[in-house]
């Protein structure tokens, strides 16, 4: 059977309620990150493209947020961690964005921390209900551009690729590795297989109303599961033989596994991620 009738069956399944997505479809949705495995070619595509949104406590850095590298001087990320980053400034902690970590006990042989000097959350972010969760962050000074330093892939259509539930994804970041170790990071980037469901599934398989602009997501394997500084983490699929951007965690579920993942649609975005390229004062 071909890659396109298995996108097409699967979603009739969820369309007329068989067995296994009418009943068990919420009792299946442990969405889990927790257990990645390292990743071994940090400059390796979609990895060079991520940098971690760190701040200093005490001695050691703490990576509460990822970002994704759109040009030499913006980074994409969520609209909480904007949020996030604003309080971080008023306690006078300072935020950087550091391209090429991989390690964040050590410097990295192509790591480069940058100043993050400016920052917007979407318009219609709401912080309550999480509706466009996505925002962008001005660095202090460009980005240099290497084998391990690399702006991000955009998401490209593929006549080949099943949207409805595809299963060509995974998510990477610094999240926490371990249940006992919930509140701290991953010292290093680890990467888990994802299912990122589309918009007719994801309506589907929730019980409640979306928020604006996001999808649900799960683990593969369902072991893994998101939790504390996870927020923002790429979500790459594969398009076209190559893995493109195609969302950021808008919400982890370690806390409360009955309620499924959530994964901003960045594809929504492109027109006012542009905007602000051009104009970073009007949009």
Not at 101 to 130: C, F, W
Not at 224 to 245: E, T
């Amino acid at each position: 059977m071909s890659s396109a009738a298995n996108c097409v069956l699967l979603a009739s399944l969820c369309m007329f309620g068989t067995a296994a997505f009418s009943l068990n479809a919420r009792a299946a949705l442990r969405p889990r990150i927790l257990g990645g495995l390292e990743v071994s070619n940090r400059c390796k595509a979609p990895y060079n493209s991520i940098v971690a949104l760190e701040f200093m406590s005490g001695a050691s850095p703490v990576a509460f947020c990822s970002g994704h590298i759109l040009n030499t001087r913006i980074v994409v990320t969520t609209a909480y961690c904007v949020e996030n980053l604003r309080m971080l400034g008023q306690a006078g902690l300072p935020v950087f964005a550091v391209a090429g970590e991989r390690d964040l006990m050590g410097t990295d042989s192509e790591e480069q921390k940058i100043p993050v000097a400016n920052y917007k959350a979407h318009p219609l972010y709401n912080d309550t209900t999480l509706d466009n969760n996505i925002g962008l962050l001005q660095l202090a000074i460009p980005v240099t551009f290497g084998a391990c330093v690399q702006p991000y892939s955009k998401y490209e259509e593929d006549p080949n690729a099943c949207t409805d539930i595809d299963k060509s994804c995974f998510m990477v970041g610094w999240g926490a590795y371990t249940e006992s170790s919930a509140y701290l990071n991953s010292a290093r980037l680890r990467a888990a297989d994802m299912v990122v469901y589309g918009d007719f599934v994801s309506r589907i398989l929730t019980s409640s109303q979306l928020p604006a602009g996001t999808l649900v997501v799960e683990g593969a394997n369902i072991k893994n599961k998101a939790c504390i500084f996870d927020w923002g983490d790429l979500i790459a699929c594969k398009r076209n033989n190559k893995y493109v951007l195609r969302g950021l965690l808008s919400r982890y579920n370690c806390m409360t596994p009955d309620v499924p993942m959530l994964m901003t649609d960045v594809t929504l975005y492109d027109l006012w991620m542009t905007r602000c390229v051009q104009d970073w004062t009007s949009c």
